[in-house]
Nanobody, 124 residues
């Protein structure tokens, strides 16, 4: 089992920045590909970004390209999402996830473990 805990969410004005963190515990962090997803009430959880096991490859949803950066520190068992130029439509609960299959994983079913989520609210 891998336990994931997100932090760093909050309220920010449009154009501002936030850095989300995801702390992993339990099994060793490095064998897992990691991802960020987000969800708003009444909508399905959607893919935001993914990173492979060693942090060499990354893939982003089109709507965050150039604004968000995913990174990981395997020595610290941590995953990050740097979010810049935030827009009101980025408002959502953000989840980190761990997948046992390596590669760039961009669908919910690719992931085995999920955090509880952290709320990000962007005001206009």
């Amino acid at each position: 089992q891998v336990q994931l805990v997100e932090s760093g969410g909050g309220l920010v004005q449009a154009g501002g920045s936030l850095r989300l963190s995801c702390a992993a515990s339990g099994r060793t962090f490095s064998p897992y590909a990691m991802g960020w997803f987000r969800q708003v009430p009444g909508k399905e959880r959607e893919f935001v970004a993914t990173i492979d096991r060693i942090g060499l490859s990354k893939y982003y949803a089109d709507f965050v390209k150039g604004r968000f950066t995913i990174s990981r520190d395997n020595a610290k068992n941590a995953l990050y999402l740097q979010m810049n130029s935030l827009k009101p439509e980025d408002t959502a609960v953000y989840y980190c996830a761990a997948g046992s299959r390596n590669g760039l994983l961009d669908t919910n079913t690719d992931y085995n473990y999920w955090g509880q989520g952290t709320q990000v609210t962007v005001s206009s």
